[in-house]
């Protein structure tokens, strides 16, 4: 699974650190998205992908390996 | 001369007069919005003006809406729905804030403020936070029952709260919160809206003009010494954070709470476990949805939605209300379930105007119910529940007081 983020999309509001925090963070400066782990496990599939939906920017693709 | 379609009429008479009254649930959205959806997620609505607007009831169609840069939050395209005469004069007269901004400037404008908002940030408020929830219940207690929850902790908790993060003295909390609570009344006459406007942008107005002289660490203080914020752009974002930031989490407390009292085996599997509570607080913004008039957007283009033609300068109600109880999205949505999933909700909105707040009010929220129900184990309601009176009039929909004994 490889996870790309687009920082222009990005609004800050927290949705992907607070659902799927080993794999998002935020910038401490601007808030925006910051990618921890580009290719997660398999097993974090469910979070990343719901991290994605609740993305109120549509910041976040997710790609299948 | 012909006459644009958002203009005027050409409504179905049989289209629900916006906003709809409630019906004898205090916590279900208003029985028209219900019809209308389910007659289909996009129907036409009638405004008070005796303009038309589109009113979407479906969790994908506000998905869509709420997410499509086609859909503009800005109250000055002709065309915006406007839900009262008040309404009307305050978007029309202040400062645009990010809120009622598009695109770049938007972004440019929300960047500023996001920082102080991360998750991370927000976790490391907590101590403070519960120490500040454990002083209102210590307070309230002490005063002896009956107590109105609303005033004596559901109110006190974020004011305190969003008060220390902005820089405003919370000994001005009187005056703040009688003016918010007037630009937040679809009932209040437009000179009272425009006084209370006035005087709210003249107080934040020379705070932060304080600051600016004298800056502090503060959200504001920064927020003022910036070159690149103007004064009014200053005073008018601290107006927009302060309401918004004691408002809406101090009616999702009191109303989490009656709700949480009208279902005691829901307070009784939190008690019995409280990590539930993260969930329940989800669950609870999912079904209450208080900001329950509809969020606005208007179209800047020809959009085709599920099937609908809405044209350029037509107006769009988001009713956030019935799309949090969707069935497609959320099984049995009309049921309180502190269990289930309910992170789809729109309670914070969707898209890139989506509550910058958020981790504030989840965190908030999260220690006033667990720390409110753990400690008061006999917390129960001081009158009868058909005797209580609910904020049917206000942007942020509630209960007026909850007296309450334990």
Not at chain 1, 41 to 53: G, N
Not at chain 2, 75 to 100: I, Q, V
């Amino acid at each position: 699974m490889q996870v790309t983020v687009d920082q222009d999309r990005c609004c800050g509001s927290g949705q992907c650190v607070s659902t799927a925090p080993a794999v998002f963070d935020q910038s401490e400066e601007d808030g925006l998205v910051r990618l921890l782990l580009p290719g997660p496990d398999r097993a974090l599939s469910a979070t990343v992908r719901l991290a994605a939906a609740l993305c109120p920017g549509n910041a976040i693709t997710v790609l299948d390996d | 001369m012909t006459t644009a379609p958002h203009r005027r009429s050409h409504v179905d008479p049989a289209a629900p007069a916006l906003p709809a009254p409630r019906g004898s649930c205090p916590f279900a959205p208003p029985p028209a919005y219900e019809e209308a959806h389910r007659t289909a997620p996009v129907t036409r609505a009638a405004l008070w003006d005796g303009t038309s607007c589109w009113l979407v009831t479906g969790h994908a169609q506000v998905r869509t809406v709420l997410g499509d840069h086609r859909f503009s939050a800005d109250a000055r395209h002709p065309g915006f729905p406007f839900l009262s005469p008040g309404r009307r004069e305050l978007l029309n007269r202040s400062t645009p804030t990010f809120l009622r901004l598009d695109g770049a400037e938007h972004a440019r404008r929300r960047r500023m403020l996001t920082g102080d908002f991360i998750v991370k940030r927000i976790e490391a408020m907590r101590p403070r936070i519960q120490q500040t929830v454990d002083e209102a219940l210590d307070r309230m207690t002490a005063g002896g029952a009956p107590a109105d929850l609303v005033r004596d902790f559901a109110l006190s908790v974020p004011s305190l709260v969003i008060c220390h993060l902005l820089g405003v003295p919370y000994e001005d909390h009187g005056f703040f919160q009688r003016r918010s609570a007037v630009l937040l009344d679809l009932a209040a006459p437009v000179e009272t809206v425009g006084t209370a406007q006035r005087e709210l942008n003249a107080y934040l107005a020379d705070l932060t003009a304080g600051k600016r002289r004298r800056p502090d660490d503060s959200l504001l203080g920064r927020l003022a010494a910036r070159p690149d914020v103007s004064p009014e752009e200053a005073a008018a974002t601290g107006v927009l954070l302060l309401v918004a930031g004691h408002e809406t989490t101090a009616n999702m407390t009191a109303l989490g709470t009656l709700a949480l009292l009208r279902h005691p085996e829901q307070a009784a599997r939190l008690r019995a476990e409280p990590a539930l509570v993260k969930g329940a607080v989800e669950e609870l913004l999912r079904w209450l949805g208080i900001v329950h008039l509809g969020v606005p957007r208007v179209a800047l283009e020809d959009v085709d939605l599920d099937g609908t033609r809405i044209r350029a300068g037509e107006g769009v109600l988001c009713m956030v209300s019935t799309a949090n109880r969707d069935t497609g999205v959320f099984p049995d949505g009309d049921r309180l379930d502190v269990t289930r999933d309910a992170r789809r909700h729109f309670a914070f909105g969707f898209g890139v105007h989506q509550c910058l707040g958020q981790p504030l009010a989840r965190a908030e929220l999260q220690i006033a119910l667990e720390t409110l129900f753990r400690r008061l184990p006999g917390l129960r309601l001081a009158v009868p529940y058909e005797s209580l009176r609910y904020r049917t009039d206000m942007i942020v929909y509630g209960v007026q007081e909850l007296p309450v004994a334990w």
